[in-house]
């Protein structure tokens, strides 16, 4: 079920209008109109829509409301709602958890350019067809400027927390430093300041990965064969930083998959069989390559290589010295995308003594999604509590 609401478009800066009435509907896709929208690299979309998703009831004063954002191939299916599917960070939203929807207001957006509802490269442009290689150059911040259209549509004025990891991470510490009276407790996981070169360098060859499937079509794919190897291809580079050597290495380990020999070719086969882990890997290929769209991994990668806080604003120190938000940083300790280093260096920056919780985890950067239960205590006494 998708509840479409056209209501008519209000400046960036509009007012907050009064609160929503009408009876919530959790873990509903919903999408709204948030007008045209100049790009910070130059260029504009005519006309945006976003995507969300919200949980429990915005209280009279409009204080209790929560933004919670995705990582790179997320959704807003944040928590479990009227279906039966589960979310993504069940462990984390939801009645009696540390963001209790019983308490608070929770919303999840679709970033701008994502597949999930969101004006993407696979929407229709204004001429009838898809966007695909015509859809522009978008920024964290630019996502972030539409969404504080749709927190303005929902009569939010200011978050009692906006929290993310990952690239949702990235989004959470945007919005602190764009809108520093509307974002009161931050709560970044897992990401630093900027990416780093290492970061930009693994992000490259998933990009390129997809640009030269032969499906691809510089992106015009649509109506024709999509670019399915490129984007599993793309996959597995990620999935691999997603992951520690530990945790790779336990579960698997020099294993063949079942009763395929690593050094022999079946017979009529054209290659040998596999390792478990490559078994495994193309397991995660072929469940991204079968919900998500390849245009729209190309641009979040791309929105993800160009962050850095302190662009355009003299440097991150100088960009979060005007930000008023409590921060809450956490990193998952055997995280080999985001190393806690960067987690530490961004603490450093922000003003007054911000320490940086830790997730114990073997996993990897993945542990963010997985182990974020362990934060519960700390995000109970430092942040949610109405």
């Known amino acids: 079920m998708t509840v479409v609401d056209r209501s008519t478009p209000a400046p960036a800066d509009a007012p907050a209008v009064a609160p929503r009435t009408e009876e919530p509907l959790d873990g509903v896709l919903r999408t709204v109109a948030v007008g045209a929208l ?28 929560v933004l919670i954002q995705h990582a790179l191939t997320g959704d807003t299916h944040v928590a479990a709602g009227r279906g039966p599917e589960p979310g993504w960070w069940e462990a984390l939203v939801g009645p009696g958890k540390p963001v209790d929807t019983d308490r608070y207001f ?35 911040r630019d996502s972030v400027r539409a969404e504080a259209r749709l927190a303005d549509r929902l009569g939010i004025r200011r978050w009692h927390a906006v929290v993310g990891g990952s690239m949702g991470g990235a989004r959470a510490l945007e919005w602190a430093a764009t809108y520093p009276d509307r974002v009161r407790h931050c709560v970044v996981v897992s990401v630093g300041a900027y990416s780093t070169a290492e970061q930009i360098a693994l992000a490259q060859a998933q990009v390129l990965a997809i640009r030269q499937d032969p499906n691809y079509r510089d992106g015009d794919y649509y109506g024709g064969p999509p670019p399915e190897a490129g984007l599993g291809l793309a996959r597995r580079i990620a999935h691999i930083s997603y992951r520690s050597e530990a945790e790779l290495g ?15 070719a079946p017979d009529g086969a054209a290659s040998r069989g596999r390792y478990q882990v490559e078994s495994y890997l193309d397991h ?44 809450f940083l956490a990193a998952v300790t055997s995280d080999r995308l985001y190393f806690p280093e960067q987690s530490e260096e961004l603490a450093r920056a922000l003003p007054g003594d911000v320490p940086v919780h830790m997730i114990d985890a073997k996993i990897g950067h993945d542990g963010f999604l997985t182990e974020i239960g362990q934060l519960g205590t700390q995000l109970r006494r430092r942040v949610f509590t109405l």
């Not at 100049?38 to 409301?65: D, F, H, I, K, R």
């Not at 994502?114 to 150059?137: E, I, L, Q, V």
């Open 284 to 327: 995660q290929a072929e469940k991204l390559v079968g919900r998500f769209d390849a245009n729209s991994y190309v641009i979040l990668t791309e929105a993800l290589m160009s962050h850095d806080v302190g662009r355009g604003r003299g440097g991150v120190q100088s960009a979060l010295s005007s930000a008023r938000a409590e921060f």
């Open 38 to 65: 100049q790009l910070e690299a130059g260029g504009a979309l005519p006309e945006v829509e976003l995507a969300y998703e919200t949980w429990g009831t915005l209280n009279a004063e409009a204080s209790n409301a």
């Open 106 to 140: 929770v919303v999840s957006a679709n970033m701008l350019g994502g597949c999930y509802g969101s004006t993407g490269p696979a929407s229709f442009a204004p001429d009838g067809r898809p966007w695909g290689s015509r859809f522009p150059f978008v920024t964290m």
């Open 250 to 264: 336990f579960r698997f380990g020099r294993r063949g998959q079942g009763s395929e020999n690593p050094f022999h």
